[in-house]
């Protein structure tokens, strides 16, 4: 089955990048599929952040658009995501997901991985 | 942006209680419209796409619709393994955007 799997450290000091990683396994990476991140911040909602294909193309969150790279190694089977500049209100859990046109009709991160908590202090 | 908005922010009942949940979005979204469900400490997990459409192995018991601006999320009958929250979201056009979340506690 399709499994992901995030991974990458735990704290960050502000100003620097964090650097996460998705590892896929059960799945080709570059079966035309897009590959996302959402983030969440201790005890608030999800942040879509936003999503690659696995050609390189790739859409961000205006808000993070100047911060943000989304990268994909096929070779690897996983995708990447770096933010700079990272500041406190960068923590959080970070998911990255599968997006899926379900049935056809919409899209949607139909699986999962299960979240990694990054911290951003000195 | 599309801003998505749920309401109630929290609700708490009891088990076998008929529970609905509303999310509006700020435009015409036409049915491009899904629902999450997190539990703590878990992933989010999709029960509902296209408004009213059931992601393969979720119980009948949850269902949506709606189209345009305004969705609804209804579980027939609260069971003990519903006790979560639920987030609306929107794929008609990036940034994808997610309702604030509905909490649903036990009464």
């Known amino acids: 089955q399709v499994q992901l799997q995030e991974s990458g450290p735990g704290l960050v000091k502000p100003s620097d990048t964090l650097s996460l990683s998705c590892a896929v396994s059960?799945?080709?990476?570059?079966?035309?599929?897009?590959w996302g991140w959402v983030r969440q911040p201790p005890g608030k909602g999800l942040e879509w952040i936003g999503y690659?294909?696995?050609?390189?193309?790739?859409y961000y969150i205006p808000s993070l658009r100047s911060r943000v790279t989304m990268s994909v190694d096929t070779s690897k089977n996983q995708f990447s995501l770096k933010l700079s500049s990272v500041t406190a209100v960068d923590t959080a859990v970070y998911y990255c997901?599968?997006?899926?046109?379900?049935?056809?009709?919409?899209?949607?991160?139909?699986?999962w991985g299960q979240g990694t908590m990054v911290t951003v202090s000195s | 942006d599309i801003q998505m908005t749920q309401s109630p922010s929290s609700l708490s009942a009891s088990v076998g209680d008929r529970v609905t949940i509303t999310c509006r979005a700020s435009?015409?979204?036409?049915?491009?419209l899904n629902w999450y469900q997190q539990k703590p400490g878990k992933a989010p997990k999709v029960l509902i796409y296209?408004?009213?459409r059931l992601q393969s192995g979720v119980p009948s018991r949850f269902s949506g619709s709606g189209s345009g601006t305004d969705f609804t999320l209804t579980i027939s009958s609260l069971q003990p393994e519903d006790f979560a929250t639920y987030y609306c979201?929107?794929?008609?056009?990036?940034?994808?955007?997610f309702g604030q979340g509905t909490k649903v506690e036990i009464k």
């Open positions: 690659i294909y696995y050609t390189g193309t790739a």
């Open positions: 296209a408004a009213s």
């Open positions: 979201q929107q794929s008609y056009s990036t940034p994808w955007t």
């Open positions: 435009q015409s979204i036409t049915s491009y």
């Open positions: 059960g799945y080709s990476i570059s079966n035309s599929d897009w």
């Open positions: 997901a599968r997006m899926n046109k379900l049935e056809g009709i919409v899209d949607a991160f139909d699986i």
